[in-house]
């Protein structure tokens, strides 16, 4: 199969600030395949959601941000909090549940948080980073200095209440959150038509009185050029946005199963020939910004790291028992 070519004549972003974004691209890919693999040989308690296919969507948004803006996350954040400046060293040990991850092993792969780089948390209730994003968002318009906060969430999170009454209330004091659904196509194994009424988010959006647009979340340029408009109105006091990305998770809901039993062969090679990866890598090779040997070396040198994350975290301990009451409370 083919890659799909996206041609583009202008490129919105220097040469350094685009490697760093394919950079942190290929970071969420492998991160995403050698998690799996830790899954796999029964080097993590529990279950593991992956987002490889969707690595286009948290790095054209987070690439608008600034180090003390805000996000937060959901039960799929790997992709969230390696965009957002996160290292691969303390999310595999929190994923591996030892002591030197980032919530000292006690939060695990769905609840890795770093408060220092503006990631609230990546959350298990489905939609439950919206609420803490509004908080955020609400702080940031009391400071007054141009700070944003940014929700993502999935197709499945976006008939929670928390939604609607966020959106209210951040349209009424026109709070700086931009509010990013990430459309993989599925809510757990059922298909988000099934589960949505009426014409979808933007429409509901727009009956709130709030700005959205929708992309192709498989183009990293276009993810970042709709959250670059959207982003750049909340921090002049516009208020709230919706931004809508559609894309495709590769595997399955979580590691427990394969993705293919409500999924057909088709509907799954058809998003495999729109790979954010080889997308993004035609543009940079075509504008000359990379070129195949420094793809390969970037490859390598990003597969070694993640492979060396996950021999630190065997060596580190778990947290003691003695610890489990602590850090409950921020
Ligand atoms: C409040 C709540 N209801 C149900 C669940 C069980 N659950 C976990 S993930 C999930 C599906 C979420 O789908 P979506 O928002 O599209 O995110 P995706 O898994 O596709 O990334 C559900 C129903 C939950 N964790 N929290
Ligand atoms: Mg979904």
Known sequence: MTAQKTTTATLPLP??????MYRKMLTIRIFEEIV??????????????????Q???????????HPDDTITSTHRGHGHIIAKGGRVEPMMAEVMGRVTGYCRGKGGEMHIA?????ILGANGIVGGGIGIAAGSAFTAKREGKGRVSVAFFGDGAINQGIWYETANIAVLWKLPLIYVCENNQYTEFTHFKKLTAGEGLGARARAMGMKSLEVDGNDVLAVYQAAHE????ARKGKGPATLICNTFRYGGHHVGEPGTGYRSKE????WK???PLPRFENILLEHKVISPADIEAMHD???TRVQASVTTAQQAPFPDVKEAGEHVFA
């Open 301 to 303: 040198e990003v597969l």
């Open 15 to 20: 040469p350094g600030e685009l490697l760093e």
């Open 55 to 65: 690595e286009a969507t948290p790095v054209g948004v987070c690439a608008t941000l």
């Open 230 to 233: 959207l982003v750049g109105a």
């Open 267 to 270: 509907e799954i090679a058809e």
């Open 114 to 118: 770093d408060v220092s780089l503006g």
């Open 36 to 53: 799996f693999d830790v899954y796999r040989k029964g080097l993590m308690p529990g279950l593991a959601h992956l987002s490889d296919g």
């Open 273 to 275: 020939a729109k790979d």
